[in-house]
């Protein structure tokens, strides 16, 4: 059986800032990372290969650059890395995006069954948490969103048990194979890869795929197969704070003046 | 033959043999370490061997140490009067007396003497180890009042009685002249005096003297007494680089990475494990150790000695051993708990008097857990993670790297412009508290018109933390992005703010072919001062009572005590006090060796001893010179209750000095 996980690579948030101008993000010379849910999903994968012996493929949707999202997958254990890139792919929205990724699963099921997907959660650039349930609609797959905890997995019987977490209150739910997981922070705590695998890794092949490998209809992905438009993105203005006093040397002092600028604020009741 | 000559004779035979086949057993197995180079500079060696093997400098920097350099050099003396025992037992004819009877007569007094002088060192050491008793002999697995620490005494003394018994009887008998033997000769009177017990003691006395000896030749490579052997070796083969910085690694498949089983270690690392006294002065340095940590230096190294003969076999069979090095129960193993709790200050290893380094060895087993096994305390993992892709221990966006910068004019440098790079570090970036002593720095530097500039958001961490946890893998690849990045801007002197990038820019990145000037600011600062291009006419008693706290890094690491000290005393006109562990034998903040990034959860807080120690000396301001001792310190007062005392780095003290001259 073969357990596909998807991961993408996000611009390093804390890094990134908003053109004023132009409303969208600046990317140059931001580093990008893997969408920390998405490393998630890839350990929860590795721990069903490390006990059941099932295969792994990650597959990532973006430019040429996504590659090295991949390299760190397969330098945590997976088998096999698929880069989904071509230009008529770009500008995608999350409909376009799970199209080209659930074609992309529905391939690679021709060679090897897969019984699950996992997903993140949602992705901390787009954040949308959309793009799971898009694939698991686009695949008829029974779809978990949330899981914190994978309960049980049973290969012969078809069906897995996870927990899923809700606001204020966890949910344990039992859903037949095949299954599309998104997957929370507190599922695991990823591996860290070993110098062995990350040597490997370095000489291990990604593949790509275009769109002359999956053959979708160019109108129906993309920008062009995408009805959701981004008017304006633009940060919320924060007005500067003022310094008081010196904390460092005057500890007590800069404690009194706090204090007093809180009750002319009426942030604080005597 | 005479009997007797032919019973002691097969006797010493076999006990020759013996020992030749207990040696060859536990020495071929040094065999099965890896390479190691440790044959260069010989004359440098030979030098080493003679401070630190024969001179025991080591050993007598603690008082009860001279005891042992009698023993040490009375064993010297008495070699030869034992060797003539050994020889004049198989060729009766053959003895010292052949030699000129001048040179006879002066042996002959001296090992008189000596035999005296050590009887009296053995009561000593008895006396230590059963009445004294120091907490310090003791560790797990080996006791200080064991059995075989009290039966070597044993054989030491006997072998003395029976010298004078020996030559008492001879004396008595008119065959020995006792004009060169005054103990010998006192026993000798008073044997006169009871004629009928001569012919007895003398041949109790020799026998005693055979047996003890062929006992000690079979028992000695079998006990701690082995580095009776191996330890002029030892010091002739130490590390001649210090600090003993963490060698470098190859990455390439199929490697092994760090220390997983014992023949991973050099030869040298399972030499050292066979020169261990157990005297234990490394374990009464350790901060690990002293707070109750699972860390004790010297079980590191007995735990290499016990695995290696216990998987020896295995060894010479061409199999890995069945007992673990690392993460099993018991002798011979080392728990991860013990190799994650050092902070490689180095104590260990400036203590041990045949200048074992234990630290590289823990380093060694930490780098086959990170990098091999991927298994590490789980807050390693954020910092793991933040390095790789922020370059920094927080994870803080690197380009707030130069935010300090806002209050003052500061120049990115440029070579051929500015004449230092102020490399300033992740804490002096980043840190809240740090980047004041940043801001201090700088404002000395530019009233000493010091030419100087920083990269800014160019800047990367330097790696220090990733090295000593063992993830020698993420910290090669900064060191040669930073070796690049200083080479590209031509970069060739260098201002440091903190002790750890001090020592990695300086001793480690040379491995990678880089050799800079670097300098502590402390360092720099005390010339400025020296050649009165920093002039502070009004003392400054503002911060009371200043107590010193010497960082590792800067102080047992790369031999840096008196500049910071100059910097107080510059600008209070008063030198610091002292606590009682400072300078070389300076207590570790806790933070060193990665564990400023790792939770503490067993026996005392390594800061908490070392703050308690600090106030013993009713300090107002306590000064420091790294900005981890200033974190350290500063949580320490603060869970002690004594907030009212203050911290501060020895340049904010100068820079306040400075200040108030110019108001
Ligand atoms: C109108 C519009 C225009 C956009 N234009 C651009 C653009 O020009 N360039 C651009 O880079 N982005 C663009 N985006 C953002 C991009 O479309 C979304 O980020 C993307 O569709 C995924 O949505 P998300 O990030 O919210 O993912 P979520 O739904 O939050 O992600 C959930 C999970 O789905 C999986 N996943 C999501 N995306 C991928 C992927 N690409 N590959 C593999 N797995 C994935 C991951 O496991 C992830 O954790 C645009 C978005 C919109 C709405
Ligand atoms: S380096 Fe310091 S903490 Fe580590 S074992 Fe030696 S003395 Fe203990
Ligand atoms: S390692 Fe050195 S200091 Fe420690 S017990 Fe052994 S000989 Fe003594």
Redesign the interface.
């Known amino acids: 059986m073969l357990v596909v996980v998807c991961v993408k690579q996000v611009p390093d948030t804390t890094q990134v800032q908003i053109d004023p101008v132009t409303n969208t993000l600046i990317r140059e010379g931001v580093p990008f990372i893997v969408n920390p849910y998405d490393t998630h999903a890839v350990e929860e994968a590795l721990r069903f290969k490390d006990r059941f012996g099932c295969r792994v493929a990650a597959i990532s949707m973006g430019p040429p650059n996504a590659e090295a999202t991949l390299r760190k997958a397969l330098a945590q254990g997976v088998d096999r890395a698929v880069l989904l890139s071509d230009r008529s792919f770009g500008g995608a929205d999350t409909l376009a995006t799970s199209k080209v990724l659930a074609a992309a699963i529905e391939k690679l099921a021709k060679e090897e069954e897969v019984g699950v997907v996992i997903c993140g959660k949602q992705t901390i650039d787009g954040d949308t948490a959309q793009v799971g349930p898009g694939i698991a609609t686009r695949l008829n797959f029974s779809q978990l969103t949330l899981v914190d905890r994978v309960d049980e997995l049973d290969l012969s019987g078809k069906k897995i048990r996870v927990s899923r977490k809700l606001e204020g209150r966890h949910e344990h739910v039992e859903a037949p194979l095949p299954v599309l997981l998104t997957v929370v922070r507190e599922l695991n705590r990823p591996r860290y890869p070993t110098v062995a695998m990350r040597l490997e890794s370095a000489d291990a092949q990604v593949e790509v795929w275009d769109n002359k490998v999956l053959q979708l209809d160019v109108n129906g992905i993309g920008l062009k197969g995408s009805p959701t438009w981004v008017s304006r993105i633009f940060s919320p203005e924060r007005a500067k704070g003022e310094m008081l006093g010196d904390g460092a040397h005057d500890p007590e002092g800069a404690a009194q003046l706090l204090i007093d600028k809180m009750l002319e604020k009426d942030l604080l009741a005597l | 033959m005479m009997p007797q000559t032919a019973i002691f004779t097969t006797l010493l035979v076999a006990s020759l043999l013996f020992f030749c086949w207990s040696v060859y057993r536990r020495f071929s197995l040094l065999c099965y370490g890896q390479p190691e180079e440790r044959l260069d500079q010989p004359a440098r060696r030979l030098a080493e061997m003679f401070l630190y093997a024969f001179a025991q400098l080591r050993v007598l920097r603690k008082p009860f140490g001279l005891n042992h350099f009698v023993i040490f050099w009375s064993f010297m003396i008495l070699a030869l009067a034992n060797g003539e025992f050994l020889v004049n037992g198989v060729f009766p004819s053959v003895s010292l007396a052949l030699l000129p009877e001048g040179v006879h007569r002066a042996l002959l007094l001296a090992f008189d003497a000596v035999s005296l002088l050590t009887l009296f060192a053995i009561a000593f050491s008895f006396i230590r180890r059963l009445v004294v008793k120091p907490p310090h002999l003791d560790s797990l697995y080996v006791k200080g009042r064991s059995p075989e620490a009290f039966l070597i005494l044993s054989f030491i003394a006997l072998l003395m009685l029976a010298y004078f018994g020996l030559h008492g009887s001879l004396i008595a008998l008119g065959m020995e002249d006792p004009s060169a033997m005054p103990v010998s000769s006192l026993v000798g009177s008073w044997l006169s005096s009871h004629p009928d017990l001569i012919p007895a003691l003398r041949n109790v006395s020799w026998w005693l003297h055979a047996f003890v000896l062929f006992a000690f030749i079979c028992f000695l490579p079998h006990s701690k007494h082995m580095h009776i052997l191996t330890a002029i070796p030892n010091c002739y083969f130490g590390a001649l680089a210090w600090p003993a910085t963490q060698p470098r690694e190859k ?3 199929g490697a092994v ?1 760090g220390v997983g089983t014992v023949e991973r270690f050099t030869w040298k690392d399972l030499f050292d494990s066979f020169t261990c006294t157990e005297c234990g002065r490394c374990q009464a340095a350790c901060p690990a150790t002293i707070t109750g940590k699972a860390l004790n230096p010297r079980q590191i190294v007995h735990a290499i000695k016990t695995n290696l003969l216990e998987n020896g076999d295995a060894l010479r069979e061409g199999r890995s051993g069945t007992l673990p090095l690392i993460g099993a129960e018991g002798e011979g193993t080392n728990t991860e708990d013990a190799i994650w709790s050092c902070t490689t200050c180095g104590a260990c290893m400036e203590a041990c008097p045949v200048l074992i380094e234990q630290m590289p060895k823990i380093v060694k087993m930490r780098r086959h857990l ?5 298994r ?1 305390p ?1 807050e390693l ?1 954020n910092l ?1 993670e933040n390095m790789e ?2 370059s920094n221990p927080w ?5 707030e790297r130069a935010k300090w910068v806002s209050t003052l004019p500061v120049k990115p440098f440029v070579a051929g412009e500015t004449e230092y790079l102020l490399y300033v570090g992740c804490a002096g970036s980043f840190d809240s ?1 740090a980047k ?1 002593v940043t801001v201090a720095l700088a404002t000395v530097l530019n009233a000493a018109g010091i030419s100087w500039g920083i990269l800014g958001k160019d800047e990367k961490c330097c790696g220090d933390s990733l090295r000593r946890l063992g993830n020698e ?1 993420l910290f090669e690849k900064m060191a040669l992005e930073n070796v690049e990045l200083f080479r590209q801007r031509g970069v060739t002197k260098v201002i440091t703010l903190c002790p750890h990038c001090l020592t990695t820019l300086k001793n480690d990145y040379r491995q990678y072919g880089l050799e800079l000037e670097v300098v502590h600011q402390s360092e720099l600062i005390a010339d400025l001062i020296r050649s009165g291009r920093i002039k502070l006419d009004k003392k400054d008693d503002s911060l009371g009572k200043i107590a010193y706290h010497d960082p590792c890094y800067l102080g047992r690491h790369n031999d840096i005590f008196e500049a910071p000290r100059t910097l107080v005393q510059a600008a209070t006109g008063v030198a610091p006090v002292e606590t009682e562990r400072h300078g070389r034998n300076s207590f570790c903040c806790g933070a060193g060796g990665g564990r400023m990034w790792m939770e503490e959860f067993t026996g005392e807080r390594v800061n908490h001893a070392r703050v308690d120690e600090l106030l013993a000396q009713k300090p107002d301001t306590i000064c420091v010179a790294c900005p981890y001792c200033m974190t350290m310190m500063e949580d320490g007062l603060k869970d002690k209750g004594a907030g009212q005392v203050r911290v501060r780095d020895v340049v904010e003290v100068l820079a306040e000095g400075l200040l108030r001259k110019n108001a």
């Open positions: 990455f390439e498949k990475y990170v990098e091999t096994e991927s590490f789980e993992l793991f892709q922020r994870g803080i966006a690197p380009g508290r004041q893998y």
